[in-house]
């Protein structure tokens, strides 16, 4: 590879800022006026080759680069130990940004210019056997470039580091127009104080930029004189820049001058058609990405804004709870979505947080998320408990896609929701769930668990789908997370792995639930914002909705919280007659409640014990089975209680089942594996429960008694 590159006079380089070192093959070496071989140099080392201009532009290009994703291209002026520039070098780059050693890594490309004299006729000349194939190849990068560049700072920075063949500017201005008013858009090789007397300026000024935006003729000043004589009134404007040559060209789109592109040079050109030819082409394409870039970037402050507007405000607080929320919208292209969040205040007191994702990142899917966001407020206003709100809504968005879109073909959306109506002075919560993923628990120790729900299938799929409803209660000091996938999978990580990150920043969280927020969104991505737009933005795949519910409690405790590290953690789960798949869930949740259980061989057990005993209620009793596991106690010696409710009336009992039976054996697995067990009757059915004492504490040995 690089005996390819030498052969075409091409080095390679590689800067690292963490480490400070750049590091040259021997061609990259002889270009910067080195040995030709290859090198390791110290950034002070590498800085006293570069002009201290070009070196300063290339930290700020780099960083631009990294946080738009374009490649970074700049040209360097090599100096020799007397200050002297010895030729002029092309970088062209990818450089990437590593945030766990926030340190920028360049490896690139370096190519000296064939231009030693800049405008001059030797210098012209220099290249005259070259000028065509020259040219050819400047515009072909000038418009990948162009063409890559997706904002209006973009394109400006792109159109300042453009190196034009025998000749280059040092100063490039973008005109504007607004009403009959000339404003400056961009500009390169000036101050911002330089650019005053020119913006706001009447296009009826006899001014060159002016007059190319109302005639849409360009205009070459090949020397001061031409430009004094043309142009007397504002010739004192540019005369203190000492500037030699002016070309003023129309930037013109969709046959309309949207303004005007000056670039200004500091020897005489004399404008030969070759050259006038180069300039129009690049005007032409600058026009071209300026349109481009602004077309794209109304269309993003219009979207957002309507995103913005379609999101509620969480309102006041409610007494006994506390909720946080966050939306982000996804990077690139429309900053809109599908995804949202709301709180609704219902008529029986409580209120209900729902958090959704409508299919699709476009106008569409943001428009439909409006109108299904307020047909889930109606029909929650109307008092439906969250199954019926749920079921409606399908229904709802159903009749909204089921038809063909604006092209004649099928556009069928769904969409993920899910539904909690909490009360505040119990802190019961009532759900129902449509495709979307499970809620998550943090207890007040820091334990934090997914809490499997029963679900339907997404919204708009099936006009007559059901949505079971599952109930528990949520404890002072615990906090509830909803969220959409984007908060999950964002980063190249599935739902498991971007759940296990999640995770680790809820278990090692201290603050309130604001702080909360920000952190779990800050872990995916970075600094947060309600409205994230940007280069950060720009690096998600997926749209972001987050809602937090806090319950607070007594004394000292975790977000949001005051409540003193608790002796219980307690979980409930409920297995309906017709949902035998969900003991399966039941077995992973009580091995998320037992995460830091020292004897893996008691979590085994009690995994298998619950198992055996909610399979026993759906096969000998027509009830539900309701599974309350409870935690008690802190350190080693930790007691686990587990009890399984129902409705039944017959009490279980010991069998001796043969040596071929399928049943008969989950009291006598009781009796081996717990340290305690019995069968208490309630009011109406009965309880089985079963007592295991973690290693290490006085509980431990306890013996195996019926209570």
């Known amino acids: 590879m690089e005996e390819v590159l030498a052969s075409l006079a091409t080095g390679l380089w590689h800067w690292d800022t963490d480490t400070g070192l750049v590091t040259v093959d021997a061609e990259a070496a002889r270009l910067l006026g080195l040995p030709a071989e290859p090198a390791t140099l110290t950034e002070a080392q590498t800085r006293a080759r570069f002009h201290p201009v070009d070196w300063n532009e290339i930290t700020g290009v780099v960083r631009l680069a990294v946080a738009e994703g374009t490649l970074a291209e700049v040209r360097i002026r090599i100096m020799d130990g007397d200050g002297n520039i010895v030729r002029i070098v092309r970088s062209r780059s990818k450089p990437s940004f590593d945030p766990e050693r926030h340190a920028y890594e360049l490896i690139g490309t370096l190519q000296e210019v064939t231009d030693p004299a800049p405008g001059t006729a030797a210098g012209r000349s220099a290249v005259t056997g070259d000028w065509r194939r020259s040219r050819e190849a400047f515009l072909l990068d000038a418009g990948r470039a162009l063409a890559e560049a997706r904002s209006t700072a973009e394109v400006l920075r792109v159109a300042g580091a453009l190196s034009m063949p025998g000749f280059s500017p040092d100063g490039l ?78 930037l013109t ?142 229904r709802f968005l159903h009749g909204l896609t089921d038809g063909p879109g604006e092209d004649g073909l099928a556009d069928l959306r769904f969409a993920t929701c899910l539904y909690v109506e909490a009360d505040p002075p119990t802190g019961r919560l009532e759900m129902a769930r449509a495709g979307h993923p499970d809620p998550v ?41 909803l969220c959409t996938d984007g908060l999950i999978e964002t980063g190249g990580h599935d739902m498991e792995s971007g759940w296990r990150r999640l995770r680790a920043i809820l278990e090692d969280h201290e603050g309130d639930l604001e702080s909360l927020a920000d952190a779990l969104v800050q872990g995916v991505h970075g600094p947060s914002s309600h409205h994230t737009t940007g280069p950060l933005a720009d690096r998600r795949e997926d749209d972001i909705a987050l809602l937090l519910l806090g319950r607070p409690g007594e004394g000292r405790g975790r977000g949001g919280t005051v409540a003193v590290r608790p002796v219980v953690r307690r979980t409930l789960l409920s297995v309906a007659q017709d949902e035998p798949e969900r003991i399966a869930e039941a077995r992973q949740h009580l091995r998320g409640l037992l995460h830091d259980w020292t004897s893996a061989e ?95 504490g006085s509980g431990a040995g306890a013996s195996r008694d019926v209570a």
């Not at 404003?183 to 006899?206: I, R």
């Open 253 to 394: 789109a969709g046959g309309r001058t949207m303004g005007a592109w000056m670039a200004a040079f500091t020897y005489p050109v004399a404008f030969t058609p070759d050259e006038r030819a180069v300039l129009t082409t690049v005007a032409r394409m600058l026009a071209q990405a300026l349109s481009r870039a602004g077309a794209a970037e109304s269309a993003r402050e219009l979207t957002e804004g309507l995103q913005r507007s379609m999101l509620p405000s969480l309102g006041p607080e409610i007494p006994g709870m506390r909720v946080a929320a966050r939306y982000i919208p996804t990077g690139g292209g429309l900053q809109v979505g599908g995804d949202w969040y709301d709180m609704i205040p219902l008529p029986s007191g409580r209120f209900a947080l729902v958090i959704g994702d409508v299919q699709g990142h476009d106008v569409r899917a943001a428009g439909l998320m409006g109108q299904l966001r307020i047909a889930l407020r109606a029909y929650a206003s109307e008092g439906h408990r969250p199954d019926a709100v749920l079921s409606r809504a399908s």
């Open 602 to 696: 008691q979590v085994d057990s009690a995994v298998l014990l619950v198992s055996e005993m909610v399979t026993n209620v759906l096969v000998h009793t027509d009830a539900d089975a309701v599974l309350l596991a409870e935690v008690m106690g802190e350190g080693p010696g930790r007691r686990l209680r587990v009890e399984v409710f129902d409705t039944g009336d017959d009490l279980p009992h010991k069998r001796r089942p043969g040596e071929l039976a399928s049943s008969g054996r989950g009291l006598m697995l009781i009796e081996l594996l717990a340290d305690g067990w019995g069968v208490d009757p309630r009011g109406e059915g009965k309880s089985i429960w079963f007592e295991l004492y973690e290693p290490g």
């Open 441 to 481: 628990i943090r207890m007040t120790d820091g334990t934090v668990m997914t809490r499997p729900t029963a679900g339907g299938l997404p919204l708009g799929l099936d006009p007559d789908a059901d949505y079971p409803r599952t109930r528990f209660t949520l404890e002072p000091g615990e906090t509830l997370m």
């Open 173 to 250: 201005v973008v005109f504007g127009v607004e009403g009959d008013r000339l404003t400056v858009t961009g500009q390169h090789g000036h101050t911002p104080a330089d650019m005053g007397p020119f913006s706001n300026m009447p296009l009826a000024t006899d001014y060159p930029a002016a007059e190319v935006v109302r005639t849409g003729r360009a205009v070459y000043l090949s020397s001061p004189e031409a430009y004094r004589d043309r142009y007397p009134a504002t010739w004192p404007l540019a005369r203190h820049f000492g500037r030699r040559s002016w070309a003023f060209l129309p």
